[in-house]
Protein backbone atom coordinates (compact mmCIF):
# COMPACT_ATOMS: atom_id res chain seq x y z
CA UNK A 1 0.00 0.00 0.00
CA UNK A 2 1.19 3.76 -0.68
CA UNK A 3 0.85 6.89 0.78
CA UNK A 4 -0.70 8.64 -1.81
CA UNK A 5 -3.24 5.93 -1.90
CA UNK A 6 -3.86 6.05 1.83
CA UNK A 7 -3.97 10.00 1.33
CA UNK A 8 -6.76 10.11 -1.76
CA UNK A 9 -8.55 7.00 0.64
CA UNK A 10 -8.73 9.21 3.62
CA UNK A 11 -10.63 11.74 1.61
CA UNK A 12 -13.06 10.05 -0.40
CA UNK A 13 -13.96 6.95 1.62
CA UNK A 14 -14.90 9.91 4.57
CA UNK A 15 -17.20 11.32 2.02
CA UNK A 16 -18.49 8.17 1.53
CA UNK A 17 -19.14 7.40 5.20
CA UNK A 18 -20.72 10.79 5.48
CA UNK A 19 -23.88 8.96 3.46
CA UNK A 20 -23.59 5.69 4.88
CA UNK A 21 -24.69 5.56 8.35
CA UNK A 22 -26.59 2.77 9.61
CA UNK A 23 -27.19 0.21 12.70
CA UNK A 24 -25.91 -2.94 13.83
CA UNK A 25 -28.22 -5.16 12.46
CA UNK A 26 -27.67 -3.91 8.83
CA UNK A 27 -24.47 -3.97 9.42
CA UNK A 28 -24.44 -7.62 10.33
CA UNK A 29 -26.47 -8.29 7.38
CA UNK A 30 -24.32 -6.53 4.94
CA UNK A 31 -20.78 -7.93 5.84
CA UNK A 32 -21.77 -10.65 4.80
CA UNK A 33 -23.41 -10.71 1.99
CA UNK A 34 -22.46 -10.75 -1.60
CA UNK A 35 -21.66 -6.92 -2.81
CA UNK A 36 -19.52 -7.10 -6.02
CA UNK A 37 -20.91 -3.96 -7.68
CA UNK A 38 -20.85 -3.18 -11.92
CA UNK A 39 -18.24 -0.81 -12.34
CA UNK A 40 -17.92 1.25 -15.14
CA UNK A 41 -13.51 0.75 -15.91
CA UNK A 42 -11.39 3.48 -16.48
CA UNK A 43 -10.05 3.65 -20.75
CA UNK A 44 -7.87 6.14 -20.18
CA UNK A 45 -4.83 5.04 -21.99
CA UNK A 46 -1.62 4.09 -20.03
CA UNK A 47 0.97 6.94 -21.18
CA UNK A 48 2.78 7.44 -17.49
CA UNK A 49 6.63 6.91 -18.16
CA UNK A 50 8.57 4.58 -16.39
CA UNK A 51 11.25 6.39 -14.98
CA UNK A 52 8.06 9.03 -13.32
CA UNK A 53 5.84 5.93 -11.86
CA UNK A 54 9.05 4.40 -10.44
CA UNK A 55 10.13 7.61 -8.47
CA UNK A 56 6.24 7.94 -7.50
CA UNK A 57 5.97 4.41 -6.65
CA UNK A 58 9.37 5.05 -4.66
CA UNK A 59 8.92 8.57 -2.95
CA UNK A 60 6.43 6.85 -1.00
CA UNK A 61 6.52 3.37 -0.75
CA UNK A 62 7.88 3.30 2.88
CA UNK A 63 6.08 6.10 4.54
CA UNK A 64 3.48 5.48 7.19
CA UNK A 65 -0.16 5.80 7.10
CA UNK A 66 -0.81 9.40 8.13
CA UNK A 67 -3.10 8.27 10.32
CA UNK A 68 -1.12 6.53 12.02
CA UNK A 69 1.18 9.28 12.55
CA UNK A 70 -1.46 11.51 13.77
CA UNK A 71 -3.21 8.52 15.79
CA UNK A 72 0.98 8.89 18.01
CA UNK A 73 0.56 12.30 17.86
CA UNK A 74 -2.90 12.34 19.95
CA UNK A 75 -1.50 10.25 22.82
CA UNK A 76 0.89 13.01 23.00
CA UNK A 77 -1.24 14.69 25.70
CA UNK A 78 -1.52 17.72 23.73
CA UNK A 79 -5.59 18.81 23.63
CA UNK A 80 -7.32 19.38 19.86
CA UNK A 81 -7.29 22.80 18.50
CA UNK A 82 -9.07 22.86 15.09
CA UNK A 83 -8.00 26.98 14.99
CA UNK A 84 -4.15 25.51 13.82
CA UNK A 85 -6.15 23.64 10.77
CA UNK A 86 -7.08 25.27 7.27
CA UNK A 87 -9.78 27.26 7.80
CA UNK A 88 -12.86 25.48 5.68
CA UNK A 89 -13.94 28.34 4.11
CA UNK A 90 -10.71 29.08 2.56
CA UNK A 91 -12.13 25.80 -0.33
CA UNK A 92 -13.62 29.04 -1.81
CA UNK A 93 -10.52 30.41 -3.20
CA UNK A 94 -8.77 27.31 -4.71
CA UNK A 95 -9.13 27.83 -8.62
CA UNK A 96 -6.26 26.37 -9.79
CA UNK A 97 -5.28 22.68 -10.64
CA UNK A 98 -2.23 23.01 -8.30
CA UNK A 99 -3.77 24.75 -5.40
CA UNK A 100 -7.22 22.52 -5.48
CA UNK A 101 -4.58 19.34 -6.15
CA UNK A 102 -2.05 20.62 -2.93
CA UNK A 103 -4.84 21.63 -0.12
CA UNK A 104 -6.64 18.00 -0.88
CA UNK A 105 -3.90 17.22 0.57
CA UNK A 106 -3.93 19.72 3.34
CA UNK A 107 -7.69 18.72 4.08
CA UNK A 108 -6.75 15.22 4.20
CA UNK A 109 -4.79 15.32 6.92
CA UNK A 110 -6.53 18.09 8.41
CA UNK A 111 -9.59 15.60 8.54
CA UNK A 112 -7.13 12.76 9.84
CA UNK A 113 -6.64 14.67 12.75
CA UNK A 114 -10.43 15.52 13.62
CA UNK A 115 -11.02 12.14 13.48
CA UNK A 116 -8.29 10.81 15.38
CA UNK A 117 -9.47 12.81 18.27
CA UNK A 118 -12.92 11.87 17.72
CA UNK A 119 -14.13 15.31 16.58
CA UNK A 120 -17.00 14.74 14.87
CA UNK A 121 -18.50 17.68 13.65
CA UNK A 122 -14.90 18.83 12.57
CA UNK A 123 -14.86 15.56 10.63
CA UNK A 124 -17.82 15.91 8.57
CA UNK A 125 -16.55 19.95 8.14
CA UNK A 126 -13.23 18.78 6.27
CA UNK A 127 -15.08 15.99 4.18
CA UNK A 128 -17.35 18.83 2.61
CA UNK A 129 -14.27 20.40 1.61
CA UNK A 130 -12.70 16.89 0.28
CA UNK A 131 -15.37 16.12 -1.57
CA UNK A 132 -15.82 19.48 -3.44
CA UNK A 133 -11.71 19.45 -4.34
CA UNK A 134 -11.95 15.95 -5.18
CA UNK A 135 -15.00 16.87 -7.89
CA UNK A 136 -12.66 19.86 -8.98
CA UNK A 137 -10.07 17.58 -9.90
CA UNK A 138 -12.11 14.41 -11.16
CA UNK A 139 -10.83 12.33 -8.58
CA UNK A 140 -13.94 11.73 -6.90
CA UNK A 141 -14.81 9.38 -9.86
CA UNK A 142 -12.43 7.49 -9.93
CA UNK A 143 -12.78 5.99 -6.74
CA UNK A 144 -15.86 5.44 -6.55
CA UNK A 145 -15.72 3.31 -9.87
CA UNK A 146 -13.57 1.38 -7.13
CA UNK A 147 -15.99 0.96 -4.73
CA UNK A 148 -19.33 0.91 -6.27
CA UNK A 149 -22.32 0.48 -4.54
CA UNK A 150 -20.53 -1.64 -2.07
CA UNK A 151 -19.77 1.19 0.14
CA UNK A 152 -23.18 2.43 0.77
CA UNK A 153 -23.85 -1.09 2.22
CA UNK A 154 -20.59 -1.91 4.26
CA UNK A 155 -19.42 1.62 5.29
CA UNK A 156 -21.59 1.34 8.99
CA UNK A 157 -18.46 0.94 11.56
CA UNK A 158 -14.52 1.48 12.14
CA UNK A 159 -13.80 -1.79 11.23
CA UNK A 160 -15.72 -2.21 7.90
CA UNK A 161 -14.45 1.00 6.40
CA UNK A 162 -11.23 -0.51 6.62
CA UNK A 163 -11.71 -3.38 4.92
CA UNK A 164 -12.75 -1.26 1.91
CA UNK A 165 -9.98 1.24 2.65
CA UNK A 166 -7.54 -2.04 1.89
CA UNK A 167 -9.15 -2.56 -1.67
CA UNK A 168 -9.34 0.93 -2.79
CA UNK A 169 -5.20 1.13 -1.67
CA UNK A 170 -4.67 -1.76 -3.81
CA UNK A 171 -7.52 -0.27 -7.24
CA UNK A 172 -6.65 2.85 -7.23
CA UNK A 173 -3.05 2.34 -8.63
CA UNK A 174 -5.20 1.66 -11.98
CA UNK A 175 -5.93 5.74 -11.22
CA UNK A 176 -2.07 6.52 -11.94
CA UNK A 177 -2.33 6.07 -16.13
CA UNK A 178 -1.27 9.46 -16.89
CA UNK A 179 2.24 11.84 -16.15
CA UNK A 180 -0.80 14.08 -15.21
CA UNK A 181 -2.52 12.08 -13.16
CA UNK A 182 0.95 11.06 -11.36
CA UNK A 183 1.27 14.81 -10.88
CA UNK A 184 -1.72 15.21 -9.55
CA UNK A 185 -1.39 12.53 -7.11
CA UNK A 186 2.29 13.90 -6.10
CA UNK A 187 0.81 17.22 -5.37
CA UNK A 188 -1.92 15.91 -3.13
CA UNK A 189 0.96 13.70 -1.29
CA UNK A 190 2.96 17.37 -1.02
CA UNK A 191 0.03 18.91 0.06
CA UNK A 192 0.05 16.07 3.15
CA UNK A 193 3.06 15.75 3.75
CA UNK A 194 3.50 19.13 4.51
CA UNK A 195 0.32 19.83 7.08
CA UNK A 196 1.47 16.43 8.38
CA UNK A 197 5.07 18.21 9.16
CA UNK A 198 3.05 21.35 9.80
CA UNK A 199 1.13 19.95 12.90
CA UNK A 200 3.92 17.85 14.15
CA UNK A 201 5.56 21.18 14.43
CA UNK A 202 2.66 23.31 16.35
CA UNK A 203 1.44 20.04 18.59
CA UNK A 204 5.04 20.15 19.69
CA UNK A 205 5.03 23.76 21.01
CA UNK A 206 2.22 23.13 23.61
CA UNK A 207 3.93 19.83 24.89
CA UNK A 208 5.91 19.78 27.96
CA UNK A 209 6.49 16.41 28.52
CA UNK A 210 10.72 15.40 27.34
CA UNK A 211 10.00 11.91 25.91
CA UNK A 212 7.11 13.52 23.60
CA UNK A 213 8.57 16.14 22.62
CA UNK A 214 11.93 13.54 21.66
CA UNK A 215 9.55 11.99 19.53
CA UNK A 216 8.04 14.89 17.64
CA UNK A 217 11.53 15.79 17.20
CA UNK A 218 12.49 12.27 15.73
CA UNK A 219 9.69 12.44 14.03
CA UNK A 220 10.93 15.61 12.23
CA UNK A 221 14.38 14.23 11.71
CA UNK A 222 13.02 11.05 10.00
CA UNK A 223 11.61 13.08 7.20
CA UNK A 224 14.47 14.12 5.25
CA UNK A 225 14.78 10.77 3.14
CA UNK A 226 11.06 10.92 2.52
CA UNK A 227 11.35 14.84 1.26
CA UNK A 228 14.77 14.31 -0.94
CA UNK A 229 12.59 11.44 -2.68
CA UNK A 230 9.24 13.73 -3.00
CA UNK A 231 11.52 16.69 -4.57
CA UNK A 232 13.35 14.20 -6.75
CA UNK A 233 9.40 12.93 -8.00
CA UNK A 234 8.69 16.75 -8.60
CA UNK A 235 11.46 17.38 -10.61
CA UNK A 236 10.29 15.76 -13.34
CA UNK A 237 7.27 18.42 -13.64
CA UNK A 238 9.67 21.55 -12.67
CA UNK A 239 8.55 22.99 -16.21
CA UNK A 240 5.52 23.55 -14.25
CA UNK A 241 5.53 27.11 -12.85
CA UNK A 242 3.87 25.93 -9.41
CA UNK A 243 5.66 23.14 -9.16
CA UNK A 244 9.29 24.44 -9.66
CA UNK A 245 8.14 27.52 -7.09
CA UNK A 246 7.59 24.14 -4.74
CA UNK A 247 10.95 22.70 -5.21
CA UNK A 248 12.67 25.85 -4.18
CA UNK A 249 10.52 25.83 -1.11
CA UNK A 250 11.09 22.42 -0.16
CA UNK A 251 14.39 22.20 -0.99
CA UNK A 252 15.77 24.62 1.97
CA UNK A 253 13.78 22.77 4.80
CA UNK A 254 15.14 19.04 3.29
CA UNK A 255 19.10 20.68 3.42
CA UNK A 256 18.43 22.44 6.61
CA UNK A 257 16.60 18.71 7.90
CA UNK A 258 19.54 16.65 6.48
CA UNK A 259 21.93 18.56 8.09
CA UNK A 260 21.12 17.03 11.14
CA UNK A 261 22.95 13.64 11.54
CA UNK A 262 21.33 12.00 14.41
CA UNK A 263 18.11 12.73 16.09
CA UNK A 264 19.82 13.65 19.33
CA UNK A 265 21.68 16.66 17.13
CA UNK A 266 18.01 17.95 16.63
CA UNK A 267 17.99 20.86 19.08
CA UNK A 268 15.29 22.84 20.18
CA UNK A 269 16.91 25.94 18.17
CA UNK A 270 16.99 23.35 14.94
CA UNK A 271 13.71 22.41 15.41
CA UNK A 272 12.04 25.90 15.84
CA UNK A 273 14.35 27.03 12.17
CA UNK A 274 13.24 24.38 10.68
CA UNK A 275 9.45 24.80 11.92
CA UNK A 276 9.72 28.19 10.85
CA UNK A 277 10.05 27.36 6.84
CA UNK A 278 7.51 24.51 7.23
CA UNK A 279 5.15 27.48 8.64
CA UNK A 280 5.61 29.56 5.57
CA UNK A 281 5.06 27.40 3.06
CA UNK A 282 2.23 26.34 4.76
CA UNK A 283 0.78 29.73 4.98
CA UNK A 284 1.82 30.20 1.25
CA UNK A 285 -0.18 27.21 -0.53
CA UNK A 286 -3.30 27.71 1.77
CA UNK A 287 -3.89 31.75 0.66
Not at 14 to 32: D, M, P
Not at 214 to 232: C, M, P, T, V
Amino acid sequence: MTLTHKLFVLGFSSVILVSCGGNKEQEASTESADTTATVVQDTTPVTVTDTTKFKFDFAIANIPSPASTLQDMAAWGVSYDNSILNDPKNNSKYTTEFQKSINLGVYNIDMAYAMVNEKGPDVLTYMKDILILSDGLGLRGAVSTMVGKRAESNLNSKDSLFKILDEIFVKSDTYLRTNERVYTAATVFAGSWIESLYLNCKISEEMTDAANKEKAYKHLWDQRFHLGNLISLLSDYKDKKECAELIKDLTPIHDEINAVKQPKEMTDEKFRSISSKIYALRSRIIK
